[in-house]
């Protein structure tokens, strides 16, 4: 099953998905342009692989709700999430909050 929920941020809307799998959930809120996600987010990837989309990305481990990826601290983030001050530590609304005051290219979802 797959939920949405929107949630407002200083007066900003982000969204917020779930996607019950068997024995695991993941968990996402996006902002316009960076995201934060649950442990299944592979930072490595994003910051070796990936490098050239400059990806703005933060990983919370642990969380188990929607909220609870709010108000956990970041695990790891992506390098591009650390060019605009986000760092491991940061709690996920922190981070989203720094997105959204971000003035340029938004993130643009894109496929492998």
């Known amino acids: 099953m797959i939920h949405v929920q929107p949630f407002t941020i200083d007066g900003r809307l982000v969204q917020g ?28 990837l994003l910051n070796d692989k990936l490098a050239d989309r400059d990806v703005r990305a933060g990983k919370a481990v642990g ?21 605009i001050g986000v760092h491991p530590g940061m709690s996920g609304i922190d981070a989203l909050k720094k997105w959204l005051d971000v003035k340029n290219k938004p993130l643009i979802p894109m496929g492998f």
């Open 17 to 44: 998905i779930s996607v019950s799998l068997p024995k695991t959930t993941l968990l996402i809120i996006t902002g316009a342009s960076g995201y934060i996600m649950c442990g299944a987010l592979d930072v490595g």
């Open 63 to 83: 969380v188990r709700t929607l909220e609870d990826l709010l108000h956990a601290p970041l695990a790891e983030v992506t390098v591009g999430a650390e060019k």
